[in-house]
């Protein structure tokens, strides 16, 4: 190899020379084409130096390399997993996660109609979780790919279950859940496809479980 890829690190790492060097010694063609699309984006950048830095680590140096030439290579490739920025590696968590929960919830709405009255509504609660995981993730990785840069995860407070507000928290969570079942029931009705259809009833029947319980503990 020459060193190439490690020579190409070090150096002004110049995008097409780079993007050659990972068609010469990569072995992924689906990636090769993705770093071709929208040319040399502060994203296609950060995963090429990634995939090449991946590379250098699993380089394998000749048995007759001089001992001490031996030690600076592994030096060198020390150097390069350390010079692989961190966002290329979280960005990567983040589509893994999304795909993740996108496979999620596909079981879930396969499995739901065939669930106790009960179960159905601890699933339509995990659904609701997941579809908030995904909005928050889809805005990360728009964020990084126009800036490069990932957001900040945000501070959560453990969402409280209705058994445990109180009447003010109980009160204000009715006026949260009737807004909810209103949206829904016009997303519904404005449905385009099966299966925001059948997402958006299980959301609403979710939020009509979850007033019922309120309307009960407050003893309407």
């Given at each position: 190899?020459?060193?190439?890829?490690?020579?190409?690190?070090?150096?002004?790492?110049?995008?097409?020379?780079?993007?050659?060097?990972?068609?010469?010694?990569?072995?992924?063609?689906?990636?090769?084409?993705?770093?071709?699309?929208?040319?040399?984006?502060?994203?296609?950048?950060?995963?090429?130096?990634?995939?090449?830095?991946?590379?250098?680590?699993?380089?394998?140096?000749?048995?007759?390399t001089p001992a001490l030439v031996k030690s600076q290579i592994k030096q060198d490739?020390?150097?390069?997993?350390?010079?692989?920025?961190?966002?290329?590696?979280?960005?990567?968590?983040?589509?893994?996660?999304?795909?993740?929960?996108?496979?999620?919830?596909?079981?879930?709405?396969?499995?739901?109609?065939?669930?106790?009255?009960?179960?159905?509504?601890?699933?339509?609660?995990?659904?609701?979780?997941?579809?908030?995981?995904?909005?928050?993730?889809?805005?990360?990785?728009?964020?990084?790919?126009?800036?490069?840069?990932?957001?900040?995860?945000?501070?959560?407070?453990?969402?409280?279950?209705?058994?445990?507000?109180?009447?003010?928290?109980?009160?204000?969570?009715?006026?949260?859940?009737?807004?909810?079942?209103?949206?829904?029931?016009?997303?519904?009705?404005?449905?385009?496809?099966?299966?925001?259809?059948?997402?958006?009833?299980?959301?609403?029947?979710?939020?009509?479980?979850?007033?019922?319980?309120?309307?009960?503990?407050?003893?309407?």
């Amino acid at each position: 190899m020459d060193h190439e890829i490690l020579l190409w690190i070090n150096a002004d790492q110049e995008y097409l020379t780079g993007l050659a060097l990972f068609d010469r010694y990569g072995h992924s063609p689906k990636i090769g084409r993705m770093l071709r699309i929208g040319g040399a984006t502060v994203k296609n950048r950060s995963t090429l130096l990634y995939e090449l830095g991946k590379i250098a680590k699993h380089m394998e140096v000749s048995d007759k390399t001089p001992a001490l030439v031996k030690s600076q290579i592994k030096q060198d490739i020390s150097k390069t997993t350390q010079q692989v920025p961190q966002e290329a590696t979280s960005i990567e968590k983040l589509r893994s996660e999304q795909k993740m929960i996108y496979k999620m919830l596909d079981n879930f709405h396969a499995i739901l109609p065939y669930r106790e009255f009960q179960e159905r509504k601890d699933i339509a609660f995990q659904i609701l979780d997941l579809d908030d995981r995904l909005i928050e993730l889809k805005l990360s990785i728009e964020h990084f790919e126009k800036n490069g840069v990932i957001l900040p995860e945000p501070v959560k407070e453990k969402a409280k279950s209705v058994s445990d507000l109180d009447i003010a928290g109980l009160i204000q969570r009715q006026m949260n859940v009737r807004t909810y079942i209103t949206r829904y029931k016009r997303l519904v009705t404005d449905s385009k496809s099966p299966k925001s259809l059948s997402r958006n009833r299980e959301l609403l029947e979710k939020f009509q479980l979850e007033l019922d319980d309120i309307n009960k503990r407050l003893g309407k």
